[in-house]
């Protein structure tokens, strides 16, 4: 049963006047329950007393955080018919996606509590003393890295599960020992409540504090703004556009006190194709790339929106295939009609470019949150020339860039701005894949991809999912993957300290049998 209400800790609370439904876009329809968006007051009280659990939970033990995880992946089992029932009305995707989604949610909740228990997380240091060290004594000193405090999470708008109300903000945030504020996602409010109930019966269950998890909804930004602006709130997790990502890290940076914001902002994800690929299977290659263009109607981050290659029969030959396959896969909804309206007015716009050629057809008759699925191409020069040609669009496009020479490949890389990902089609001995052109793809991206497709993000501690502006605001850190944690940990030192006053971790004994490296040795 959806309520339509936020959860403020552990209650259920609507005071706000605000309200609005959620869309399906499958049949174009409302949905049923109002949902109220959270009131100034009802925002107070969630940042409060998070920051009161705050006290208490950065001293609940890795063990029962682990504990505490789980349990949120079992409660999430418990009720899967229910979350694929509201899932698939409020997005328009089908079931087996959710199923899916789902699963990956509660892999990560369980991949955050192995990381709990194994302790390498905290990255503990100590360095012991030299008191007779000449000219100056060397101190007793331990590292180990802390939560930095209540967190706000943005519920994305294209992964209800796995990037939003338990996905992997909060499930790193919580492994840490940060409580989350979930700001939800107001296209998956009904999703968002469910999870916010399974997530509040396992902190019950578990014993943690009231505040360790809050859920606000939310009609438009006011919410998310007052949330970032809150003293109390000491970090940001973001997964969506350009423009909400710099506005968030914009009033982050003006408080009185900064916070950290790391926003995941979107990406084109260049692909670039060599010679002999092309010439081993370019058709094969034009299926797997007609395929990762369309899947999930082109609404995943790591979407691949540029194809790049030489001027050539071949490539002539893969692009004619590539539109071929395109135009045969049928069209799937979109999220949203806000969406498949900012889909529409981006193809639009780089339909009036004069430089761009669009090669597909629109052969079949649009239907409302059906997307066309478009392919264009354009010269290398003038795809450096028009900065605008890098503009994400969100949905199922790409766009091929020919080159004539590999300095006008190395001229295009050189053009991009950050992105998640850069994906290189070659076999090895390919004599145009030299080392200046993967050194310069490496300066750009967070992940380059051998032979692979850019979209799937493996949820795994070697997952780079992050890169340079745009693509995050901080290209040191993943969004995915179990260092994701460090978003939300700070390093403190504690000096000459007496055995009994340290944290465990830091203790001569090592009571909780954790890695740490000591006087530079990991033992």
Not at 277 to 303: H, P, R, V
Not at 467 to 492: E, H, M, Q
Request: glycine content about 6%; hydrophobic content about 35%; proline content about 6%.
């Amino acid at each position: 049963m959806i309520s339509g209400k936020n959860y403020i800790g552990d209650k259920l609370s609507s005071t706000s006047s605000v309200t609005f439904k959620t869309f399906n876009p499958l049949i174009n329809l409302e949905n049923d329950v109002i949902f109220f968006e959270a009131s100034d007051s009802e925002i107070q009280k969630a940042t409060k007393i998070a920051s009161e659990a705050f006290r208490h939970y950065k001293q609940v033990s890795a063990e029962d955080r682990a504990r505490f995880l789980v349990q949120i992946s079992d409660e999430l089992n418990l009720i899967s018919d229910d979350i694929v029932n509201i899932y698939c009305k409020e997005t328009g995707l089908p079931e087996a996606r959710c199923l899916g989604e789902l699963g990956r949610t509660m892999n990560q909740l369980k991949s955050f509590a192995n990381l709990l228990l194994e302790g390498s997380f905290q990255e503990v240091s100590i360095d012991t003393p030299i008191p007779d060290r000449k000219p100056i004594s060397k101190p007793d000193l331990r590292k180990m890295l802390t939560p930095i405090g209540p967190v706000v999470v943005f519920g994305a708008s294209n992964f209800p599960l796995a990037y939003s109300t338990a996905g992997g903000d909060t499930a790193s945030a919580l492994a840490a020992g940060c409580p989350v504020i979930l700001k939800s996602h107001p296209m998956h409010a009904g999703t968002g409540e469910l999870v916010s109930a399974a997530i509040i019966r396992a902190a019950k269950k578990t014993n943690m504090p009231n505040g360790v998890f809050s859920n606000l909804n939310s009609k438009g930004i006011e919410v998310g703004v007052k949330l970032v602006n809150s003293p109390d709130i000491k970090a940001v997790g973001f997964t969506g556009s350009l423009k909400g990502g710099r506005a968030i890290y914009d009033l982050a940076s003006k408080r009185n006190h900064p916070i950290p914001v790391f926003a995941e902002m979107g990406s084109v994800n260049p692909v670039l194709i060599f010679p002999k690929k092309l010439e081993k299977g370019y058709d094969e290659l034009a299926k797997k790339f007609a395929k990762s263009i369309t899947i999930g109607s082109g609404q995943f981050c790591t979407n691949p929106g540029v194809i790049i290659s030489f001027e050539s029969e071949t490539f002539d030959l893969f692009i004619n295939k590539l539109v071929e396959e395109i135009e045969q896969i049928s069209p799937s909804c979109m999220l949203h009609p806000n969406i498949y309206s900012a889909y529409n007015s981006g193809i639009q716009k780089i339909n009036k470019n004069k430089n761009v050629t669009k090669l597909t057809n629109d052969k079949i008759k649009p239907e409302i949150n059906l997307p066309t699925h478009v392919i264009s191409s354009v010269s290398a020069k003038k795809f450096v020339e028009d900065k605008s040609l890098q503009n994400e669009i969100f949905g199922p496009c790409s766009l091929i860039i020919k080159c004539k020479n590999t300095d006008e490949l190395h001229e295009v890389i050189e053009s991009f701005e950050g992105q998640l990902t850069g994906t290189i089609l070659a076999e090895s001995n390919d004599i145009h894949l030299t080392q200046k052109i993967i050194d310069a793809l490496e300066l750009k991206v967070g992940r380059i991809i051998f032979n692979g497709v850019p979209t799937g993000v493996e949820v795994c501690p070697s997952m780079t999912h992050g890169g340079p502006y745009p693509a995050s605001t901080d290209s040191r850190f993943t969004a995915v993957g179990t260092n994701s944690i460090k978003r939300w940990l700070r390093p403190v030192s504690f000096q000459d300290f007496p055995q009994n006053l340290l944290p465990d971790e830091l203790k001569d004994n090592n009571p909780l049998n954790i890695m740490r490296s000591i006087d530079g040795i990991v033992k």
